[in-house]
């Protein structure tokens, strides 16, 4: 089975080796790009890229540039650095489509981790799995969603999210547990980062997400 490959794009050459090294340790291919052209030429070169690391802070095109033409055609997992930890900058880059978010400095084994945990999940190991709601269906082997016959696109942990809902239909939900679920390892968040997801998740699935109710003061329940 052929090593999947990640792009780690970084500004700061001596952040790159170390990121790569731990995950050609892993047993991972990686690319490297130190600028945000160089992140593009990679990316429309090589088709089969399973997970793109991506720093914000770089020359020539930003990391919200890359994302955003990234965006355009793909809805490749993307783990984004940065050395901020505002809380509009964590917000845009969910709006953008980020399904991780890493503040530097941080460890390259627990970054190593989190690329373990989001590519055992997109790897497609329950084999025409399928869920149905309401005329949702959610195919977690394409890993695609339609919604009465008609694809939606979703990101990653937006996919992840309504998978959960959809398992745990009628089930009243709190954040906590959503915490732990969809980012299952120790994710330090809070409700701000669930209810952006499942503000644009509710978006996307229009007048079907109506399904997914709030529980006040508690979390969120899908209702089919």
Do not use: C
């Not at 792009?7 to 991972?28: C, P, Q």
């Not at 802070?57 to 050395?83: C, F, H, Y």
């Not at 009628?170 to 997801?197: F, M, P």
């Amino acid at each position: 089975m052929a090593a999947q490959k990640i792009l780690v794009v970084d500004d700061e050459a001596r952040m790159r080796k170390l990121v790569a090294d731990f995950l050609v340790r892993e047993g991972y291919e990686v690319l490297e790009a130190g600028d945000g052209e160089k992140a593009m030429d990679l990316f429309y070169a090589h088709k089969d890229i399973a997970l793109i690391i991506l720093d914000v802070m770089m020359p020539k095109m930003d990391g919200w540039q890359v994302l955003r033409e990234v965006r355009e055609s793909s809805q490749v997992p993307v783990i984004m650095l940065t050395a901020r930890s505002d809380e509009k900058d964590e917000l845009r880059g969910f709006d953008l489509g980020v399904d991780e978010y890493v503040t530097k400095p941080f460890s390259p084994r627990t970054l190593v981790a989190r690329v373990g945990a989001i590519l055992r999940r997109t790897s497609g190991k329950e084999e025409n799995d399928r869920l149905e709601l309401s005329g949702i269906v959610l195919d977690k082997s394409a890993h695609q969603v339609t919604i009465d016959g008609q694809p939606i696109e979703l990101s990653f942990k937006e996919f992840e999210l309504l998978e959960y809902f959809m398992e745990n239909n009628g089930i009243a939900l709190s954040r906590e547990k959503i915490l732990n679920h969809v980012w299952n390892y120790d994710y330090y968040g809070d409700a701000r980062t669930i209810d952006t997801h499942v503000k644009k998740l509710r978006s996307k699935l229009g007048s079907k997400g109506e399904l997914i109710r709030t529980i006040w003061g508690m979390g969120y329940k899908l209702e089919a």
